[in-house]
RNA sequence: GGCGGCAUAGCCAAGUGGCUAAGGCAACGGUCUGCAAAACCGUUAUUCACCGGUUCGAAUCCGGUUGCCGCCUCCA
């Protein structure tokens, strides 16, 4: 194994040592719980999502925590315009938020940790950092005072001068720096607060990582990951934060991930220009959007559009036909499998082999510092090869074919399984994919079934003129026709 | 203004010094089919935004130009 993994705190790829060997430990930035999840939210827990897959598939053992900031700005203000208090506000975006990713295929994390649940730490923390010289107490509030921490901006590669000349920060007379950030707000009218040595107050947003990727994952962890706008302030303020008070490096790699764009904007709830994972999901199979995810890698940005997620369900629809020939061949040859004790003929043997090497390529472009594209790319090539044998053999049963094919389905369907791709059963993929369509068209079901049946009737009677004016009338409803041996099955392009 | 990233075929997208520039979508031709669809076979970038440089050799490294994007404020 040579895992490579880019790492922004050098800015180049870099040979991945675990710090403890055969275990690793993750931490990913959750989100601020105040809405519903949009695509680029899916994104980013894709992406990690497969990291986490690939290394347990690697045999680590991973630790991954992605936790929910509950108590925030955003919150507040939600809470009030809903006449509610902030728990009402988070519970209902915290299942949202677990539904969307459990609907996606993304594993739950090994801990999702919550801020609220992690006060005292916070101020245990915020504590240190007063004896260390690193805090001050301004009329309640606590900031982190910047210039008192050398290693500032070394995340973000950039230095405070460099972010005092062009700083945007609102003017605050209280900070002695204007790059200090607050690690704990004094609370006004109305605001969740909680007792703490400065008085009643609530939690900075960067302190609550800091505590509770320590809590979880110790003083230094293997991986810190998150989208790529949260390199500053948020991470880099982590750092000074953490390494402030412990003298030791928070993570050994940073990881972030590229954004979602749409028509080469940022997809963003401020410019409004989002989809929720809800919505897609209307529209969608789950492995569609991973698929979409995962065709690019994951630091460059991707474009969003309708047009994209199309291509892709085209794209996963050729994965799970492949699928679905594979297990109908399967089925109408049950049982007799070669098990290797005959030997192969010359073809099978060549397709086998070629199979057989899936795996080392998928793990070639994998540790590349998790290239999906390029895996995919791999995943496609094996489809082919298995369309073609199937082409060739699937009429002349032979214990060696199914041999090939229920060996080489299992690798694809492993190697699938990293990417959290191939996990449907193909004719549930087909049923659901039709039935999405369906509702989204608004299309009679009854309807489209009688056409059909009246066209089998016409071409049983070999009347192909009455059979192709119903073919004809089904595709201006976008419902396409196969006609298989037995029957005729039909889709919504 | 400061810092950073990107530019590869009609579209999406791998590739970061050296075999014929992955793969997908789309298109076209062929096989199969009553005809289609799906599947398979074949075709589609002598060229990687542009200009210059380094090198025996660059899409890949360096400099410049143009265009697009991100961060610097909450943000995955």
């Known amino acids: 194994m040579a895992l490579r993994v ?128 690193l805090a001050y107490d301004a009329d309640g509030d ?124 940022k997809m963003s709830k401020s410019l409004g220009n989002f989809s929720t994972i809800q919505d897609m999901l209307l529209s969608y199979h789950p492995e569609v959007l991973r698929l979409f995810v995962l065709q690019s890698h994951y630091r460059s940005p991707v474009d969003f559009s309708e047009g994209s997620l199309r291509d892709a369900r085209t794209g996963m629809d050729r994965f799970y036909t492949a699928l679905k020939t594979m297990k109908d061949t399967l089925a109408s040859h049950g049982g007799a499998i070669n098990e290797g004790k005959d030997p192969l003929t010359e073809e099978h043997r060549q397709v086998f082999e070629k199979i057989m090497t899936l795996p080392e390529r998928f793990a070639e472009a994998m540790e590349d510092d998790f290239n999906t594209a390029k895996a995919i790319g791999h995943l496609y090539d094996a489809v082919r090869i298995l369309n073609s044998f199937m082409a060739e053999w699937k009429n002349k049963p032979a214990s060696e074919t199914v041999y090939v094919l229920v060996r080489s389905r299992e690798i694809l369907l492993r190697t699938g399984a990293v990417l959290g791709l191939f996990l449907d059963d193909p004719d549930h993929y087909f049923d659901a994919d039709r039935n999405r369509e369906v509702r989204k068209k608004g299309l009679n079901v009854e309807e489209i079934e009688g056409l059909v049946e009246a066209r089998r009737l016409a071409r049983a009677q070999k009347d192909w003129k009455k059979a192709d004016e119903i073919r004809q009338a089904l595709v201006e409803k976008r419902v396409s026709l196969k006609d298989t041996s037995d029957r005729t099955v039909w889709k919504i392009e």
Not at 167 to 177: H, L, T
Not at 188 to 210: L, N
Not at 239 to 250: D, H, M, N, V
């Open 6 to 133: 880019y790492n922004t705190l050098t800015r180049q790829k870099e040979a991945f040592q675990p710090i403890e060997p055969g275990k690793i430990g993750i931490y990913a930035c959750g989100i601020t719980v105040y809405d519903l999840c949009h695509i680029g939210h899916a994104r980013s827990a894709i992406v990690f999502d497969v990291i986490s897959k690939y290394l347990q598939y690697l045999g680590f053992e991973v630790t991954f925590i992605k936790n929910f900031t509950d108590v925030d700005d955003k919150i507040i203000d939600r809470a009030h315009a809903e006449g509610c208090d902030i728990k009402g506000i988070t519970e209902k975006y915290i299942e949202a938020h677990n539904r969307d990713m459990d609907a996606l295929g993304v594993a739950r994390p090994t801990i999702a940790p919550r801020a609220t649940e992690n006060i005292e730490g916070m101020i245990r923390l915020i504590t240190t950092l007063f004896e260390k010289g």
């Open 142 to 265: 606590v900031y982190y005072a910047v210039e008192k921490f050398k290693g500032y901006g070394k995340l973000s590669g950039r230095n405070l001068e460099d972010m005092l000349a062009g700083a945007r920060v609102d003017i605050n007379e209280k900070k002695r720096n204007p790059m200090d950030f607050a690690l704990w707000k004094a609370s006004k009218e109305g605001e969740p607060w909680w007792d703490s040595p400065w008085g009643k107050g609530r939690p900075g947003w960067h302190i609550e990582c800091s505590v509770m990727s320590q809590r979880y994952l110790g003083d230094t962890f293997d991986i810190h990951g998150g989208g790529e706008d949260l390199i500053f302030p948020h991470h880099e303020n982590e750092i000074a934060q953490s390494e402030g008070a412990t003298g030791k490096p928070l993570a050994r790699y940073w990881l972030h991930n590229g954004f979602v764009r749409v028509n080469s904007e």
